[in-house]
């Protein structure tokens, strides 16, 4: 297969920001993070820098259908540093989404145990009995009555797989256009996700470099 052909030879994104440490990108929409199982799941965010940048390596993922920011660390070491931060939660995340019905009140925490939903994977599921913990909180930043649909600010204070669609999903305000756990009525309103990343904030790897804080709009 020729490169003009080969769907792993499409080109990264621009990146939004690259230092000798890290690399940003705004991944969209449709496109894996990482490769998946197969010939036909190479074509990854991941393939496309590494192909620019071949010492670039993964540090955090984000579902096929979210679109938004992710980090690349240069090299295993710088690698080792992010990855430690993101574990240890000391990075700050916001995602965008769009969600079914009018969520009351203003602001509010979901706080209900996750864990695989193992006959359905890769869906994931509530489980008080053997689910780990995860947080999220929530922000009303609109409502559209045309729609009946309330565009919210999320702040995820862990990083469980699907947190944010099954946590929505559980206070009965699926994200337009899921997929995978909305019901059709639901999934149909949208030709995508509407779930972006659209901030992120950490300290830099480098001793006495300034701290970094990136910030992508929403296209939806």
């Known amino acids: 297969m020729s490169p003009a052909t080969d769907p792993v030879a499409e080109p990264a994104p621009p990146a939004l920001y ?3 440490a890290l690399l940003v990108f705004d991944k969209p929409a449709g496109l894996l993070a990482v490769p998946g199982r197969g ?4 074509d990854c965010l991941t393939a496309r820098v590494q192909r ?12 096929e259908a979210t ?13 080792r540093h992010l990855s430690r931060a993101f574990e240890l939660r000391e990075v700050h995340k916001r995602y ?9 009140p203003a602001t509010g925490c979901i706080d209900l145990p996750l864990g695989a939903d193992w006959p359905n994977r890769p869906r994931q599921q509530v489980d008080h009995a053997h689910g780990k913990p995860a947080r999220t909180r929530w922000q009303v930043l609109s ?21 944010l669609r099954v946590h ?23 030709p995508r996700l509407l779930l972006h990343a ?14 970094l804080a990136f910030e992508s709009p929403p296209p939806f």
């Open 96 to 104: 965008i989404a769009m969600v079914s019905g009018r969520v009351d």
């Open 18 to 20: 690259r230092d000798e």
């Open 168 to 190: 929505l999903m559980a206070i009965g305000h699926a994200i337009l256009g899921d997929a995978l756990y909305a019901p059709p009525s639901i999934q149909t309103r949208s």
């Open 39 to 42: 010939p036909l799941k190479q």
């Open 67 to 79: 679109s938004g920011l992710m980090v690349f660390a240069r090299g295993i070491e710088m690698q």
């Open 198 to 211: 659209g901030a992120l904030a950490f300290a830099h790897p480098l001793a006495g470099r300034p701290a």
């Open 143 to 163: 409502y559209d009555p045309i729609g009946d649909s309330t565009r919210l600010e999320l702040t995820p204070e862990t990083g469980r797989t699907h947190q």
């Open 52 to 63: 620019a940048w071949p010492e670039a390596r993964v540090v955090h993922r984000l579902d």
